[in-house]
């Protein structure tokens, strides 16, 4: 069974307008990272967002935030105001304990002018 | 202070060569993570490794292989190289090893085998 996943292959979005990246997880375990990343074409994984599994509040980071909703597994990431440099790849990932970090498959965010 | 590195940034390669890529992790990491991506498999995680041990493996056969030195440093090793080896292979370093520790990734080392 997939462990991370990502229902959306492509979102469209328009320029300063918000949008949200869906992501559901699978897990048993208490202890469990999740995490979020962005690759534009040149190839490079950029970090952009961390919840943890015992943290209450929502994650925030600039134009990032993650809507975490621990009892229906789901880590949502929005982008509030898109940039044209948003475009771009988005990935997320999760991290049960000492285990491997596990990705999805992806979103290929497209931020139209 | 300075990202995580990785050379070389590209390579090409002939079926049945060996190939070395090198990892240098942020200063302070101890953890070195390597991962695999192509257009038809997506990322695929090859190991990790902390504190010179190898903690954890991905589903990969045993042309692969990877090392970690004192400094962090950490090398990766592919043998008697495949067409399906073609791919993007990232590291990434954090400062510990579990749940909580964010990986950073370096830009990647793309490999064509021809």
């Known amino acids: 069974a997939q462990k991370i996943t990502q229902t959306q292959p492509g979102m469209f979005v328009q320029e300063k307008e918000a949008v949200t990246l869906d992501c559901t997880y699978d897990t048993s375990d208490q202890s469990y990272g999740l995490f979020w990343y962005k690759q534009p074409s040149s190839g490079e994984m950029i970090f952009l967002i961390y919840q943890g599994s015992y943290d209450e509040q929502n994650a925030t980071e600039g134009r990032y935030s993650l809507n975490f909703q621990k009892a229906r597994k789901s880590a949502n990431l929005v982008i509030s105001a898109s940039q044209l440099g948003d475009s771009a790849m988005y990935f997320c990932a999760m991290r049960e304990g000492n285990d491997k970090l596990t990705f999805g498959k992806g979103t290929l965010l497209t931020v139209n002018p | 202070k300075a990202g995580v590195t990785q050379t070389p940034r590209y390579l090409i390669k002939t079926r049945g060569q060996q190939v070395t890529l090198s990892c240098s992790p942020i200063s302070g990491h101890r953890s070195v993570s390597w991962y695999q991506q192509t257009p038809g498999q997506g990322l695929q995680f090859l190991f990790e490794?902390?504190?010179?041990?190898?903690?954890n493996k991905g589903n990969f056969p045993g042309r692969f292989s990877g090392r970690q030195f004192s400094n962090s440093r950490s090398e990766m090793n592919v043998s008697t190289l495949e067409l399906g080896d073609s791919a993007l292979y990232l590291c990434?370093?954090?400062?510990?090893?579990?749940?909580?520790?964010?990986?950073?990734f370096g830009p990647g080392t793309r490999l064509t085998v021809l």
């Open positions: 490794y902390f504190s010179e041990t190898q903690r």
């Open positions: 990434a370093s954090s400062f510990a090893w579990g749940s909580t520790d964010t990986q950073y």
